[in-house]
Structures are given as structure tokens and as C-alpha cells.
């Protein structure tokens, strides 16, 4: 009987381990970047040793590829619920980039690791909505009438209006919350989104 719960508790040290271990490298990939983060900085930053570390994840890369993946992943999903719960076009605009915002001031080094990393991980992103950030906008966009000819220039320049104003506040050329400027910038996608389907 005293295995089970004993079982249990490793179990939950295991997950808390490996969460702890995803934050750490989260925090220290966006400060240094990858190449410039050691197994040894993680193990150091978590308190456990690189064996440990091994135990979760065989390499830093396939660290890095996971964490970038799951996160970008579930941002997609997010997108995906509110292009589905939403009814107005609107209203769909405006929760997207409150999401982004609210994301950006709640873990920026996790907005940071997403923007700064994507070009060494987007080509292992699949290409359903669900786990594809561009392709959830895309979606977006397409079921509010954007022809499919526009979609992706309309959501290129939709997503850096979100985008650049994040790089802005990373670097402190942006002051305050970026949840202060969601109705100024869901404004400034509304107009992308409405010139693209004039034309």
C-alpha cells in the first residue's frame, strides 16, 4: 500500500522537476539565446544536477525545440478558441491581440524566446491552425472574408503590428504594459483586415 502514494509523489516531484526545468532554461534562453546557455546553467539555475536534467530531456536542443513547439502550440490554440467563440469579427480582432499583450506582460521572456527563436524552430511547426500561430490567423482572417489571394500578406502585417510594438517594449523603447495599447493596436489590425478585403 505504501507504494502507490510513494509512486504518486515521485511522480509529481518528477513533473514539478521537469516544470522547474522549462521555466529556467525559458528565462535563460531569452536572456543569452541558446547556444549561449549551458546544460550546466539550467542544471545550476533549477538545483539539480545535469544528470537530472538528462532524465528529462536528452539534449538542450531537443529542450529548446520542446519548449518552443508546446508554447507556440498552445498560443495557436488560444487563437483557434477565439476565432471560434467570438462572433464578431471585431470582438475576434481585439481578443487576439489582448491575448499577445497579456502573454507579453505576464511572461515576456516567453514572448521573447517565441519572437527571438522562431526562425530555428518554425520549420518543425505542423501546419494545422491548432498548432501554427500564422496559420490560426490565417483562419481567422480567411472566415472573415479576407480573399484567400491577400490572407498572408494581410496576416504578415497583422501579426507585426502586434509584433513590433512587443520588440519595442522588450528593449524599452515602449514604455508600460503592452495590455495598455491593445485598443490602439487591435485598431491599427482592423484596418489591415478591412483594406484587405476592399481590394
Same mark, same amino acid.
Given at each position: 500500500?505504501? /507504494?502507490?502514494?510513494? +509512486?504518486?509523489?515521485? @511522480? ?10 522549462? /521555466? ?10 541558446? $547556444? ?13 544536477? &545535469?544528470? %537530472? ?19 507556440? +502550440? $498552445?498560443?495557436?490554440? &488560444?487563437?483557434? %478558441? ?5 462572433? &464578431? ?38 501546419? %494545422? ?6 496559420? /490560426? ?5 480567411? @472566415? $472573415?472574408?479576407?480573399?484567400? &489571394?491577400?490572407?498572408?500578406? %494581410?496576416?504578415?502585417? /497583422? ?12 528593449? +524599452? ?27
Amino acid at each position: 500500500m505504501s /507504494a502507490a502514494p510513494g +509512486g504518486a509523489r515521485r @511522480g509529481r516531484d518528477g513533473a514539478d522537476t521537469r516544470a522547474r526545468i522549462e /521555466a529556467v532554461a525559458l528565462e535563460l534562453f531569452a536572456q543569452k539565446g541558446v $547556444a549561449g546557455t549551458s546544460v550546466r546553467d539550467i542544471a545550476l539555475g533549477v538545483g539539480v544536477s &545535469e544528470g %537530472a536534467l538528462y532524465r528529462h530531456f536528452p539534449s538542450k536542443e531537443e529542450l529548446a525545440r520542446v519548449l518552443y513547439l508546446t508554447r507556440y +502550440g $498552445a498560443l495557436a490554440a &488560444e487563437i483557434c %478558441a477565439i476565432d471560434a467563440d467570438e462572433p &464578431e469579427l471585431r470582438a475576434k480582432l481585439r481578443a487576439v491581440v489582448g491575448l499577445a499583450c497579456g502573454l507579453f506582460d505576464a511572461e515576456p521572456a516567453l514572448f521573447a524566446y517565441l519572437l527571438i527563436h522562431q526562425h530555428e524552430h518554425l520549420g518543425l511547426v505542423p501546419d %494545422a491552425p491548432e498548432a501554427n500561430v500564422v496559420e /490560426a490567423v490565417a483562419q481567422l482572417l480567411r @472566415g $472573415a472574408g479576407v480573399p484567400p &489571394e491577400r490572407t498572408a500578406l %494581410a496576416s504578415a502585417m /497583422a501579426l507585426g503590428c502586434v509584433v513590433q510594438p512587443a520588440v519595442f517594449a522588450l528593449y +524599452g523603447r515602449l514604455r508600460g504594459p503592452l495590455t495598455a495599447q491593445v485598443d490602439a493596436i487591435a485598431a491599427a489590425v482592423m484596418g489591415i483586415v478591412e483594406g484587405a478585403m476592399k481590394r
